[in-house]
């Protein structure tokens, strides 16, 4: 299973322990080895789930303390439950993505289950870094395996012209991030500029020569592809 904790936390419902359980554990202050085992085997499972050996790995590691084996077990086998997405494509991706100040669009991705489990109830995406473009979190369908679905984020443009990134990931009900990230990179022109470049390019399919445009370098594309395009039109951007 997919291992990515990100910037969200905890231990999800699969592996929860009632505390009073593990208190009236702890409080039995035995030194017996096998009693030990078996009780770490009885809190987080089973003999089948976690064999004699594991158990006693755990708890040889911290010096034979129950409390202390029980955290490192679920801090090295919690993070396996996590689900599996992957980004199957971005429709909208463009490199030189324009828009204008303060413009409404919609971002999409289309996504999949690509693990053999299905998705809890309440599985949802977020900005995980960079500008969320006023958007807030959108609920995920909890799809089985092998199955796909577009998910759409209603966004809004910054109001300044520039070049903004927004990076967005898929986080289960209890907040822990999974799957491939998804991105948005976006160029904010100065209002009209789109509609002077359309002109320019309409001038130059009627055989005039149109004025030099300067360009602004996207730092988040590399540098080769700048130098492809060095000498094209630039892009409509339309969404």
């Known amino acids: 299973m997919d291992v990515d904790n990100g910037d969200g936390g905890g231990v999800s419902g699969s592996m929860d322990i009632e505390q009073s359980l593990l208190q009236q554990f702890s409080c ?18 089973s003999p089948t ?34 689900p599996l997405m992957a980004l199957v494509s971005d429709p909208d991706a463009s490199e030189t993505e324009n828009i204008e100040p303060n413009t409404q669009f919609q971002k999409a ?27 807030e979190r959108v609920y995920l369908p909890a799809l089985q395996p092998g199955q796909s679905t577009y998910v759409i984020v209603a966004m809004q443009s910054p109001p300044m012209p520039g070049i903004y990134q927004s990076k967005w990931r898929a986080c289960t009900p209890a907040g822990s991030y999974f799957g491939d990230p998804m991105w948005v990179i976006l160029t904010v022109v100065e209002q009209g500029t789109i509609e002077l470049t359309e002109q320019l390019s ?4 009627l055989g005039a020569i149109p004025p030099l445009v300067p360009q602004v370098p996207n730092p988040f594309i590399p540098h080769y ?15």
């Open 28 to 45: 039995l202050g035995t030194t017996d080895k096998d009693e030990l085992v078996q009780q770490l085997q009885k809190l987080l499972g």
């Open 109 to 135: 991705w289309h996504i999949s289950n690509s693990g053999t489990e299905s998705w809890p109830v309440g599985c949802y995406i977020q900005c995980s870094d960079g500008d969320t473009f006023g958007a």
């Open 225 to 239: 592809i700048h130098r492809e395009n060095k000498d094209s039109a630039p892009p409509d951007g339309q969404f």
């Open 202 to 205: 309409h001038f130059s399919e």
């Open 49 to 82: 789930h976690l064999n004699y050996s594991t158990a006693a790995f755990f708890l040889d590691m911290n010096n034979w303390n129950l409390q202390a084996a029980i955290c490192s077990y679920l801090d090295v086998e919690a993070p396996n439950t996590l």
